[in-house]
């Protein structure tokens, strides 16, 4: 009989799990990224033990930039609360043992994917997105040794048009995430798929921002205070999605709302989709018209990663 | 490699805690590069590197470098054995004679700096594949007075750099006309340091 | 509600361990062994080892278990651990001439000279299901043969004389060898960096490709030249030491597809060659692996590039399972703050278009003096 043998080594992992040539590796890519804001810099992402597509670009750049004394805040779809979230949370705080939060303010390291924190954020914090597909040009184009040449003769005439046909067809340009952007005046990125109701805070951000793609290999970056443009033309210029309604829970105006259908009857309401935004206001006495309403009990309902006591119930 | 071809030079201490040292140097580098001309402080203590290589300039170099990433020496580190015994034994990274193959290039006497366009530039396709370069000067205070924009600063930053080569600036602001490709630049002066990526603009100021 | 999954942590907790009752099935039948895995499902085994790039049966005979038989799973799993490891350097190149024989297939030649060894294969069994094997029934002892000295070299090798077959490209001594696992991928690559991609690749996704250039998809005339499987030496040149120390002994199969060539302005006629070497005894990727080489190497040959195994992009940036299920997968992740982006498009498009509607049937309504009822009415107000 052939004996298998299997050495337990499980949980000897090194800080934040990366070893430290794969954190230098990654660290040099992120640094070529700041000193070419927009570029993005091949980078040779290593397996993770979570799914590519999952958050691995946005994890590894992370694990590279994080340490002992910072506080993480890791949200997906503007929730601390939802499933992915919660992993990648949980593998920080397994791997690095650092504190974690739910607060934005508290927060020294966010990763994020598909949203940008309604709070404005610090000089003293960094941004990380997850990125699934980084090309801007890629659905335009879908080889890469065609998209780089278009990065380096800043040959964007195709996403011009491709943004034209729509006004041409549909009277308006038909993209409400992952929505491009100039860079500096020179590269065109895509800023992962947030929907383009953030695409003005990415504009001199105070904050630092990474995004970090594993599955496609690149990292690319924003330093602060770089002017980032909305691809758009002069008869339409660009512009972001704008709600009717307050949030049902918090009133907040002027926020990303999620649609909740209640019953199958068409009854629905919109809600804050930063939970931590919209948990502080409530906190701070701030009641939207359904606050009340038993039918949204379950929305208001505190969250597992925060202290606060809920103002709408 | 065996210990006893090692000077005691190349065994003087580098990082006691390589994992959070690490860390702590690359934020420092990170953050002085997204933020071209402000002083940023870097955690260099401890590590005692042989003359003339400066703990800033070691601290970069043990954070950034491997043997992925060759390195060039300037004359007056080159010259030193135990410069190189050090960085070896430290980084595991390879020493080139040539600027043009250097991930990064380390300047402990920055009167001497070669030209900026010595080193790789990147291409068009490729600007990443370029060299930084980690350069160690006096002071922050002395030498011509210059303003910086662009990304990373929101209106506009002074800085000053000394002692840089005569032509220095003039070179920095063709570097800036280059973009996308180009070389980055971190200064370090005592436990400070300053960055200057590709994408910085230069104004000379009049004072 | 799918949306809030407030509590998230919790229910993730209860999610495995659900995952892992299901996973130990009935608990009156006793547990699979590794032992019984690596021993029993080998090529599952091999194909996890290779697919996984790491060769360790133990390990990746937990990986199957622990991934209840799902091998892409189980692959990522082994990928997973095997980027934690240690990197010490890069072994020598495998000398699969030197290889210790269990079976060898040439489609080409009756006969040549070690001759054919059929060894253990489905070829030529009858696909029917074996009832007795349900049982476990009794089992005949295998038939041995005295292991023969007489060399067994490549099918390749002894056609390259006449200079009918081209030539194996001899990397220069010091040349580097790419390694897609540290370096990030860019385009052309070489062919290095493509048989390393194409060996981790998945063996569908190999398979159709090289079904699809039989089909006439990028046609390339492929012969067997030879199969072989069985066991190669693997060395690693000690720096301290100068001379390359054996670390063990690992089990591939090796296929090199002849393939018929016209020639070009720059090339006789003559056969070229696609490679695969997989490990274990996976002989349908190791063929498909050497066909779908052989058609990227369609630039080099001077063809003309019309198929997607052609496709040095296509093939190397889709054959990688793991990341295609990742990517596949993460559409279970919420996206409805994308969606909410797109209701709303989708929403507003829609108004406009039964406006639209509206005005024109209205005008045509005018225009022929009549009242006509508009059945869009209703949806257009929403």
């Not at chain 2, 436990?191 to 590709?198: A, H, M, S, T, Y």
């Not at chain 3, 070299?153 to 390259?160: A, N």
């Not at chain 3, 040149?237 to 591939?252: D, S, T």
Request: aromatic fraction near 8%.
């Amino acid at each position: 009989m052939t004996a298998v043998a299997i050495t337990e080594t499980e949980g000897e992992y090194n800080f934040a799990y990366l070893d430290e040539q794969t954190k230098r590796m990654i660290r040099r890519a992120i640094l070529k990224g700041i000193a070419i804001p927009g570029y993005q810099v091949p980078f040779a992402a290593r397996e993770m033990p979570m799914p590519y597509g999952w958050g691995t670009g946005g994890v590894q750049v992370t694990a590279a930039v994080l340490g002992r004394e910072d506080t993480l805040k890791v949200i997906d779809q503007g929730s601390d609360d939802t499933t992915n979230a919660v992993a990648i949370r949980g593998f920080f705080e397994k791997t690095a043992q650092v504190k974690t939060t739910s607060a934005t303010k508290d927060a020294t390291i966010i990763q994020t994917r598909h949203r940008i924190p309604e709070k404005e954020l610090t000089e003293d914090q960094i941004l990380v997105f997850q990125v699934p597909i980084p090309e801007p040009l890629r659905f335009l184009e879908p080889r890469e040794t065609e998209t780089r040449k278009m990065h380096a003769l800043e040959e964007y005439g195709l996403m011009h048009v491709k943004l034209y046909e729509d006004i041409a067809h549909h009277g308006r340009i038909a993209t409400t995430y992952a929505y491009p952007v100039k860079v500096a005046d020179r590269y065109v990125m895509d800023p992962s798929p947030t929907p383009k109701f953030d695409n003005p805070k990415i504009d001199n951000m105070k904050a630092l921002q990474l995004y970090g793609a594993g599955r496609e290999k690149r990292i690319y970056a924003i330093p602060p205070y770089t002017k980032v443009k909305s691809l758009d033309f002069d008869d339409h210029p660009f512009e972001v999605q704008k709600f009717d309604k307050p949030c049902g829970l918090c009133g907040a105006r002027h926020v990303y709302l999620d649609e909740v259908v209640l019953d199958d009857q068409g009854g629905r309401m919109f809600v804050c989709s930063d939970s931590d935004y919209c948990e502080e206001r409530r906190a701070d006495g701030h009641l939207g018209d359904m606050a009340a309403n038993p039918a949204a009990s379950h929305l208001a309902g505190k969250s597992s990663g925060t202290a606060k006591t809920e103002a709408g119930e | 490699m065996t210990a006893r071809l090692l000077s005691a030079a190349a065994l003087s201490p580098g990082f006691s805690d390589p994992v959070h040292q690490g860390q702590q140097v690359f934020r420092s580098v990170m953050m002085a590069l997204a933020r071209p001309g402000r002083l940023t402080a870097i955690e260099a203590a401890g590590i005692q590197p042989p003359a003339p290589l400066t703990p800033a300039l070691a601290a970069m170099a043990l954070a950034l470098a491997d043997y992925d990433t060759p390195l060039w020496l300037d004359p007056a580190l080159a010259r030193s054995d135990a410069v190189g015994q050090f960085l070896k034994f430290h980084t595991g990274a390879s020493v080139m004679t040539s600027p043009l193959e250097a991930t990064f290039a380390l300047v402990s006497d920055a009167r001497t700096l070669p030209a900026l366009s010595s080193f790789a530039l990147g291409t068009l396709e490729y600007p990443d594949r370029s060299t930084t370069l980690l350069i160690g000067v006096d002071s922050f205070t002395g030498g011509k007075a210059v303003t910086l924009t662009g990304p990373g600063i929101e209106t506009t930053q002074p800085l000053r750099v000394s002692p840089v080569p005569v032509t220095f600036w003039d070179q920095a602001e063709d570097n800036t006309r280059l973009f996308p490709r180009g070389v980055d630049m971190v200064f370090a002066a005592g436990n400070e340091i300053v960055g200057l990526p590709r994408s910085t603009s230069i104004t000379r100021s009049e004072a | 509600m799918y949306v809030a999954v407030k509590g998230g942590e919790k229910a993730i907790r209860n999610a495995h361990r659900l995952m892992a009752t299901k996973r130990r099935g009935d608990r009156s039948v006793p547990g699979l062994t590794l032992d019984q895995i690596a021993g029993q499902l080998a090529i599952a085994v091999t194909r996890v080892m290779g697919e996984g790039s790491l060769y360790d049966e133990g390990l990746a005979a937990l990986a199957i278990k622990q991934a209840r038989g799902d091998l892409i799973e189980a692959v990522f799993l082994l990928r997973a651990y095997r980027t934690t490891l240690p990197r010490f350097g890069y072994s020598e190149p495998v000398d699969t001439g030197a290889m210790l024989v269990e079976r060898r297939i040439s489609a080409t030649f009756k006969d040549l000279p070690g001759g054919q060894l059929l060894g253990p294969t489905f070829d030529y069994t009858h696909r029917l299901l074996d009832f007795k094997l349900a049982a476990d029934g009794e089992l005949d002892t295998p038939l041995t043969a005295e292991v023969t000295e007489t060399a067994m070299p490549r099918v390749t090798d002894l056609l390259s004389g006449e200079g009918l077959i081209e030539e194996d490209v001899q990397p220069e001594e010091t040349a580097a060898v790419g390694d897609l696992t540290r370096e990030p991928l860019s385009f052309p690559a070489g062919r290095d960096l493509r048989l390393q991609n194409l060996a981790r690749g998945d063996e569908g996704f190999l398979l159709a490709l090289a079904y699809s250039t039989q089909r006439g998809y990028g046609r390339t005339h492929p012969f067997a030249g030879e199969i072989r499987y069985g066991a190669v030496e693997v060395e690693f040149f000690a720096e301290e030491l100068g001379f390359a120390v054996p670390l063990g002994r690992i089990n591939v199969t090796e296929c090199q597809m002849v393939n018929q060539f016209k020639g070009s302005a720059k090339v006789p006629p003559q056969f070229t060659r696609g490679y695969g070497l997989v490990f274990g005894q996976v002989e349908r990727k190791a063929m498909s692996m050497a066909m779908v080489d052989r058609s990227l190497r369609c630039e080099e040959l001077g063809e003309e590039r019309t198929a997607p195994a052609q496709d040095e992009e296509f093939v190397m940036s889709h054959s990688d399972n793991v990341q295609a299920t990742g990517f596949v997968e993460h559409l279970k992740l919420p996206h409805y703050v994308d969606f909410q982006a797109e209701l709303d498009l989708v929403r507003r498009m829609r108004g406009e278009w039964f406006d639209r509607q509206a005005a024109d049937q209205a005008a045509a309504s005018d225009a022929i003096g009549s009242g006509a009822t508009d059945t869009s009415e209703k949806e257009a107000a929403e």
